[in-house]
Structure formats: C-alpha cells, structure tokens
C-alpha cells in the first residue's frame, strides 16, 4: 500500500470516528445512554452499523471514548501553587471555558452522576484528575491562609457544584445569553472566589 493511500484512509477512519463520536454526544445528551442505540448513532452519523462495531465494539466504548477532551484537558493542566488564589482561578476559569464548549459533554456528566450509573467506574480517570488537582489547589489556599473557609471537602463540593452547571441550559436560561465563555468564567470565577470568602486579592 502507497504511503498516500495508507494516509488518506487514516485520514478517513478518523472522520469516521468523529462522526460517529459526534452524533453519540448529541443523542447522550439528549436521551440519555440507556434511552440511545447504536442503531440511532449510526442513523444520526450517517455510517453503517457495522462501523461503530469496528471502530469501537460497542455502545460502551463509544461512551468512554467521548470524554477523551476531558482526560486530556486536565492531564495538560498545570498551575503555580506558590500563588494558590491565581492557581483557584485559572483551573475554575479552564474549567468554565471547557464546559461552555463541551456543553452536552459535561450534560451526560451531570446525568451520570445524578443516576449514579454503572458507568461511573470507567469515568474515574475523568473525575478524579479534575477533583484531585483542585483539592491540592485549594489545600494549599487554606495553607497559606489566601482564603478562609472552614473544610476543604466542602469547598471542594462547593466548586465543583458551580463549575458543573451549565450555562447552555434552555429551561433554566430562557433567554439567550450576550456575554461569552470568557465573560461567563470571569463572572464565576469572581462569584467562587466571594463564596469562599477571600482574604486576599
């Protein structure tokens, strides 16, 4: 095989499976993974069904696979915890920047944990690189005294509350927003740092 034709079929799988991974986030988010098929993946992606099977094998893997974004943002994260209050506001502002981006990602998130699904296991390495840096984060504000709140578990819970509501959705939002995502992550990053009481700036 010709290094050109092994390219442009690399080239093709990948757009495949961004097909596939595409219509996947919108039907998750949209009914849920219990009320999705495969059959209604490969209908909204417009490929047959026996490409998610090769590409994947299976609905299950499809799921894990989409979060992949998420893995990666806070693999590449990284913060200077000698200024702990700059480190809170750039993993929150990160953080809100993402989810308005990736809104139907962190929707079937938000749905997960609210079934506490079977499928909470295989998001461990989703969850907990993201509520083990801002644990550290905020450890090292208490440390050095940059904010006071009485428990980092609750803060921790306190945070990530906030961070996770999305500002896409149309039920609570009735009217559409004017500001953008860095707007929207300066605005809640201001309203976590007051929450938290801050002694300093």
């Known amino acids: 095989m010709s290094q050109f034709k092994q390219t442009r079929g690399n080239e093709k ?6 097909q596939i991974l595409s219509a996947a986030k919108l039907l998750f988010a949209e009914k849920g993974y219990e009320g999705t098929t495969v059959r209604q993946i490969c209908q909204e992606a ?6 998610v099977s090769y590409h994947f094998g299976g609905k299950e893997n499809v799921f894990f696979y989409l979060f992949e974004p998420i893995r990666k943002l806070f693999m590449n994260m990284k ?3 000698s200024d702990p209050l700059g480190a809170l506001r750039g993993f929150c502002k990160q953080f809100i920047i993402f989810r308005n981006e990736e809104h139907e ?10 079934m506490n699904s079977p499928r909470l296991e295989m998001l461990t390495d989703v969850f907990l690189p993201s509520w ?5 984060i ?4 208490q ?6 709140f009485p428990s980092v578990d609750a803060a921790l819970n306190f945070i990530m509350g906030t961070l996770m509501q999305s500002h896409n959705n149309a039920f609570l939002n009735r009217t559409q927003s004017e500001l953008s995502s860095e707007q929207v992550a300066d605005l809640a990053v201001s309203f976590i740092i007051n929450g ?5 700036e």
């Open 132 to 136: 083990e840096q801002l644990r550290v």
């Open 79 to 81: 913060y200077d915890l």
């Open 13 to 18: 799988n990948k757009e495949v499976k961004d």
């Open 196 to 200: 938290l009481q801050a002694t300093q």
């Open 46 to 51: 417009d490929v047959s069904l026996a490409l």
């Open 143 to 148: 440390d050095k005294k940059a904010i006071g």
């Open 105 to 114: 990602l962190i929707r079937i998130l938000q749905q997960e944990l609210v």
């Open 138 to 141: 905020l450890q090292e504000c």
